[in-house]
């Protein structure tokens, strides 16, 4: 079965260090997606990235940066130069179809709360 | 990108009483529309898949008969909670995506904060 594991529970820095938050995964399947979601207390998801299974390059945007291995069956999100802004809680979620209804199932991990400092 | 929108965001309803929450998709067509709920400080657990015209696929553990979903048409899903209880308060997300695979974006809506009295 599909599961996702986010073993940080809270993350404390102070603004500008650059912080890691860890996601692991399990699946079945070979084509799944990865995705990484960021809830600010106003509770509205918003949408950071999207990476198919079989593209494994790591992304950069911005301050953002992700580093996806299939060997360790991580996806990986690096804050650089951390903001107050970035305060959140930040969920990791995997995709694939389900067994159940033949639909794509998105499954979430159990997110990490991110309080950043001035 | 695509725009969901959820109404009402916020409402508070007492004990016994139903409640219907809309879900719409604003500027394409939602093959597929999912229901999740996030209980405080914990994470999105999907309730029910629905296709439009269709009866709403729901995962284990979630009462069919206490959540209902009718996807009426491509543009709009609704959740009613029947005879909610305080317990049934909880943050529910709706999504919505064009087509069926996992090649399909979903696309999520603001949520909507329910408190039973």
């Known amino acids: 079965a599909q599961k996702v594991t986010q073993a940080q529970t809270e993350i404390s820095v102070v603004e500008k260090e650059d912080v890691t938050l860890d996601c692991v995964y399990e699946t079945r399947d070979t084509t799944y997606y990865l995705f990484w979601y960021k809830q600010p207390p106003s509770g509205e998801l918003v949408f950071l990235i999207r990476?198919?299974?079989?593209?494994?390059q790591n992304e950069i945007s911005g301050r953002y940066s992700w580093n996806f291995q299939k060997s360790t069956s991580s996806f990986n999100f690096t804050i650089t130069a951390s903001q107050v802004v970035d305060s959140a809680v930040y969920f990791c979620a995997l995709s694939e179809d389900s067994m159940n209804t033949g639909f794509q199932k998105l499954v979430f991990g159990t997110g990490t709360r991110l309080l950043v400092s001035p | 990108g695509a725009v969901v929108s959820q109404h009402p965001s916020r409402v508070i309803c007492k004990s016994g009483t139903s409640v219907k929450i809309e879900c719409r998709s604003l500027d394409f067509q939602a093959t597929t529309m999912f229901w999740y709920r996030q209980f405080p400080k914990q994470s999105l657990m999907l309730m029910a898949t629905s296709n439009e015209g269709s009866k709403a696929t729901y995962e284990q553990g979630v009462e069919k008969d206490k959540f209902l979903i009718n996807h009426a048409s491509l543009t709009l899903s609704t959740l009613t909670v029947t005879s909610a209880h305080p317990e049934d308060s909880s943050f529910y997300i709706c999504s919505a995506t064009p087509g069926r695979g996992i090649s399909y974006e979903q696309y999520f809506g603001p949520g909507t904060r329910l408190t039973v009295t």
């Open positions: 990476r198919n299974s079989f593209d494994e």
